[in-house]
């Protein structure tokens, strides 16, 4: 029997949140790839390292030892003893196990923390130009996004006088991301003690999406909770995709007051059981084992990230600065809005995405879905062959606009 479409019904709650259009440009390019098409892919947002053979062998042996069962909701006891050791030998942070939620990835812990956190009627302060997934969070927890502007020549960091702007009394927190996807600015100490002082100040709750911490090119990160002398509610969220290139592996972790993390695992237990249990016998190695290919990605990345800086800096028209975080360069493009490509006006970010796709075959993820009009997400997340033949390709065809 076929259904009748037209009587299905999709509930307001998944028709007002927007699809993921950085999954969607990874996807167009896997596509193009597919039908043979020479594809320069800058949108992608995960290491093109493969996870480092100790992890793998650990996630190996766990499953020859059966070790694939369910696991408790939170994570299990040895990874969460795990992660507090791994903040105590990082980040100077004295967790204990009670404190830690593993989640299936970094992105179900942020999604926790607004479901678990905000509710209808509240606004939820979100830093321009934002991880696409943000607003969506609030969105499901049936609170309100408010935009707030950043300054690109200062990394990036919050402009306060439009902050103080937007704060009501319906405000109840705000979500941090440095370093930053998709700028890649890692904000000054001085910035995020200032958001902190007001957060205490105002009872606001602080998101803190810290998942490229270990993906630094300057001084060395410094966790918002290092920073909290004001006492503000911080939760953490931490990841192990980006630092270990472990995206697939699907586990992240967050650090709170241990009654918030109680009521976190108590929604999660309900939504998805637990995390992954073999990935977090693989996670203990990842976080307990050597580092050294952390490190060696690291330096990859910064090479990377001075070559690609450089040759988008060397095109008539385009200024981008050094990201001190991440793996993304994200350079203002502007000055190419409201040219014409073959008669076709380029009105925003889209167009000119859709342009260097079209006419370059290289893949990047337009600003104006990070509520950055003007600005181009490039990934440098791929060799050094394909940075400069990208790049080349965007440069002769920008030279072709009218």
Not at 12 to 40: C, H, N, W, Y
């Amino acid at each position: 029997m076929v259904e009748n479409s037209s009587v299905i019904r999709i509930s307001q709650r998944i028709r007002k949140i927007k699809p993921s259009f950085t999954l969607e440009m990874a996807a167009k390019a896997m596509e193009l790839r597919a039908q043979g098409v020479d594809v320069i892919n800058f949108s992608v947002g995960e290491p093109d390292f493969n996870t480092p053979a100790n992890i793998i062998s650990a996630a190996k042996q766990a499953m020859d030892d059966g070790f694939t069962k369910y696991t408790a909701g939170a994570g299990m006891p040895e990874l969460r003893q795990a992660i507090c050791r791994k903040l105590a030998r990082e980040n100077g942070i004295d967790a204990r196990p009670d404190q830690i939620v593993v989640s299936n990835g970094e992105k179900h812990s942020l999604y926790n923390a607004c479901q678990t956190m905000f509710e209808d009627g509240d606004q939820v302060i979100i830093f321009k130009p934002y991880w696409v997934s943000f607003p969506e969070f609030v969105s499901l927890a049936d609170a309100e996004a408010v935009f707030v502007n950043t300054l690109p020549d200062r990394r990036f960091e919050p402009d306060f006088d439009d902050l103080a702007s937007k704060i009501t009394d319906r405000t109840k927190g705000l979500i941090i991301n440095t370093p930053s996807n998709p700028s890649g600015g890692v904000w000054s100490d001085a910035a995020v003690r200032r958001l902190l002082e007001l957060a205490a100040k105002h009872n606001w709750t602080v998101i803190a999406d810290e998942c490229y911490e270990r993906l630094v090119y300057g001084d060395p990160f410094v966790s918002a909770v290092n920073l909290n002398e004001a006492s503000a509610r911080i939760i953490t969220c931490l990841s192990l995709s980006k630092t270990y290139a472990m995206t697939g592996w699907r586990i992240g972790y967050s650090y709170s007051d241990a009654k918030i993390a109680k009521a976190m695992a108590k929604f999660q237990g309900q939504a998805t059981s637990c995390p992954n249990s073999i990935g977090q016998k693989a996670a203990i190695e990842a976080l307990d084992g050597d580092q050294s290919a952390v490190e060696k990605m690291r330096q990859t990345f910064q090479q990377r990230r001075d070559l690609m800086v450089r040759l988008l800096n060397e095109i008539p028209g385009i200024s981008c600065a050094l990201p001190g975080g991440a793996f993304y360069a994200f350079p203002n493009m502007s000055a190419y809005l409201g040219k014409k490509a073959a008669g076709k006006v380029l009105e925003d970010s889209f167009d000119l995405g859709n342009y260097l796709l079209e006419e370059a075959q290289v893949v990047s993820v337009p600003g104006d879905g990070f509520g950055a009009p003007g600005h181009i997400r490039f990934s440098f997340a791929t060799n050094l062959e394909n940075i400069r033949e990208g790049i080349n390709r965007i440069a002769k065809v920008l030279q072709e606009l009218e």
